[in-house]
């Protein structure tokens, strides 16, 4: 399942143009900064807990979303997070029954030394083996 969920959600955000205008790559490792050019997209770690419920085995777990960006502010970061957030909602797994991906938390940081920005993400997940 979880390489179901991870497939499906890089495909769909890699898919979409919108957001590959805004954003320079979508990787699933961070890349070294000398080969990286900005703003760009890590999908993170997902992780999951058994959740059997009403006879139904399923799973409900988080994944982790990081954009980094060197825009001297939160604009370009908020804006790449509409995107995100809108593609997320239309993401699916034909391999699970029920399935849903929505953004639980979320938090801005400055790196003032690399003069880098970061949003980091992390979704909820939950759906049924």
């Known amino acids: 399942m979880i390489k179901e969920i991870q497939g499906a959600i890089f495909q769909a955000l890699s898919n979409d143009e919108t957001l590959n205008r805004k954003v320079k790559s979508i990787t699933d490792y961070l890349p070294g900064e000398e080969e990286q050019e900005f703003p760009f997209l890590v999908i993170g770690d997902l992780q999951f807990t058994p959740r059997n419920t009403f006879g139904s085995r399923g799973k409900e777990g988080s994944i982790a979303l990081q954009v980094f960006s060197k825009y001297d502010g939160k604009l370009e970061l908020m804006e790449i997070e509409a995107e ?46």
């Open 84 to 129: 995100i957030e809108r593609i997320l909602v239309t993401v699916s797994v034909p391999a699970l029954g029920f399935f849903n991906l929505e953004v639980e938390d979320e938090l801005f940081s400055e790196d003032e030394k690399d003069q880098t920005f970061q949003l980091d993400l992390r979704c909820r997940v939950a759906g049924e083996d």
